[in-house]
């Protein structure tokens, strides 16, 4: 598993936008300020919080949590660039 904890003043619109774009490819399930996909052979999962949007990866092997972080980091990069948001993934440990 993989987490990401990305510091903004309104992760709540990041969120949104992340599922919204996201969504024409993948199917989100939504329950309050966290919403989750399934990624390829992976998961992955958005929550919002208070002045941070955490982005969640998880899989049962390196390639499906590697997939996972690169779709949901490299969109929300893109969606945030004028704001210079930056994901930065940190791996549980096995």
Same mark, same amino acid.
């Given at each position: 598993t993989s987490r990401a904890d990305v510091p903004t003043p309104t992760p709540g619109r990041y969120a949104k936008q992340l599922v919204s774009h996201l969504g024409h490819k993948l199917t989100f399930t939504t329950d309050g300020d966290t919403s989750t996909a399934s990624i390829g052979e992976g998961t992955g *999962?958005? &929550?919002v919080g208070a002045g941070v949007l955490t982005l969640l990866a998880s899989g049962a092997d390196e390639a499906s949590v590697a997939r996972v972080e690169d779709v949901l980091g490299r969109h929300l990069q893109r969606f945030?660039?004028?704001n210079e948001? *930056? &994901? *930065?993934? &940190?791996r549980a440990a096995p």
């Open positions: *999962t958005i &929550v945030g660039q004028r948001l *930056t &994901v *930065t993934w &940190v």
